[in-house]
């Protein structure tokens, strides 16, 4: 069979082959067979080799043309079963062209981070600086530096999670303090946001980890007068109302004398969240003690200071009325969408 009756065939089997082709996938099927490295577009171009010489440019323009005829064709049919493929499967989920758009939900912070952010929105507007302390830190600045006496049982007032035999995870941000001190000269107005943890049973009401804020003034003459106006004023600034405060003794080894803060609830008549005592405590407090003024390289003769450490996951608890404080960390995007 001569070249040229060859090409005929070819154009009327492929055309054939061709109305027979429904899915994309078989066109590509169609496409590497006829057009595909060992197909027989190829081996015409061979067998041109063994034409006349002077028969070679026409068919070989024959062939081409050929091979572009093919992939025009296997091109369009390519796209109009892509569509139909398409409409078919958007016909088969019964997309009901009615319905509403999708919302796009924007992310927002966690209610620690909110209510973190709050805190130090209003303490930085009070004069105070940020100052970030390491989450896993030497006994010294968590317990020692701050006068827990060595072994002294009031360091199993906070259950500690140990890493080595002088590093641990800090119990509290109040490990920041002696840092602070060694670093700077007083006046030293600072707050230490972040993380803690305290190897303890989680419940509703603990957990294994918990943020704080640690806040803390150095300088002559610093008095027990200025923390109660600090406390007045950041309690009154963060619940956004006129809010009265009682300090009660308490002992923490760092302060002297030290105490609990409480403010008043907003209930009259005592409620669940006050546990019908009229009062929420919200922070420990205390004035500086000597002995960490002096770990931190400052003069207890010249300087005075107060502190001051609170709870925020209590915080967001309070304000927020959560019953669980197991819920911050569940990730339940139904619990945090509540807070935007
Ligand atoms: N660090 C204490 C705790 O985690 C809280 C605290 C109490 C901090 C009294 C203070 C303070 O600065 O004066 O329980």
Redesign the pocket.
């Known amino acids: 069979m001569s070249l040229l009756n060859e090409i005929e065939e070819l154009r009327s089997n492929f055309l054939i082959d061709l109305k027979s082709v429904e899915t994309s996938q078989e066109v590509e099927t169609l496409k590497v067979k006829y057009l595909g490295k060992k197909g027989p577009i190829q081996q015409l171009m061979m067998a041109l080799k063994t034409c006349e010489k002077d028969q070679r440019p026409k068919l070989g323009q024959l062939i081409n043309s050929l091979k572009q005829e093919f992939s025009s064709h296997c091109e369009s049919s390519l796209a109009r079963l892509n569509n139909q493929e398409q409409l078919k499967k958007f016909t088969e989920e019964k997309i009901d062209i009615t319905l509403p758009g999708r919302r796009k939900r924007p992310g927002r912070a966690h209610p620690i981070t909110q209510m973190l952010d709050r805190c130090i929105s209003i303490l930085k507007e009070m004069g105070f600086a940020v100052q970030h302390g390491p989450d896993v830190d030497s006994v010294f600045y968590n317990f020692e530096g701050l006068n827990f006496p060595p072994d002294h049982p009031a360091m199993d007032?906070?259950d500690t999670f140990w890493i080595s035999d002088d590093m641990v995870l800090r119990?509290?941000?109040?490990n920041v303090?002696v840092r602070v001190m060694e670093a700077n000269e007083p006046p030293i107005r600072v707050i230490a946001p972040g993380r803690?943890f305290r190897n303890e049973t989680i419940s509703a009401r603990s957990h294994v980890f918990f943020h704080?804020i640690?806040?803390?003034y150095i300088d002559a003459h610093v008095s027990f007068a200025d923390l109660l106006a600090t406390m007045n004023e950041f309690w009154s600034k963060l619940f956004n109302r006129d809010v009265q405060t009682r300090f009660r003794p308490?002992y923490?080894p760092?302060?002297e004398p030290?105490?609990e803060v409480d403010i008043k609830c907003t209930c009259k008549t005592g409620c669940r969240i006050c546990k019908y005592t009229g009062w929420l405590e919200v922070?420990?407090?205390?004035m500086?003690h000597p002995e960490v003024l002096k770990s931190g390289g400052i003069d207890p003769e010249k300087y005075s200071g107060?502190?001051?450490?609170?709870?925020i996951e209590r915080l967001a608890l309070l304000e927020y009325d959560i019953p669980d404080i197991r819920m911050f960390t569940e990730n339940d995007i139904r619990f945090l969408q509540q807070f935007s």
Do not use: K, L, P
Not at 171 to 174: A, F, V
């Open positions: 007032m906070q119990t509290h941000t109040s303090q803690c704080q640690e806040g803390f308490s923490f760092f302060v030290g105490m922070c420990g407090a205390g500086i107060y502190a001051w450490g609170m709870g």
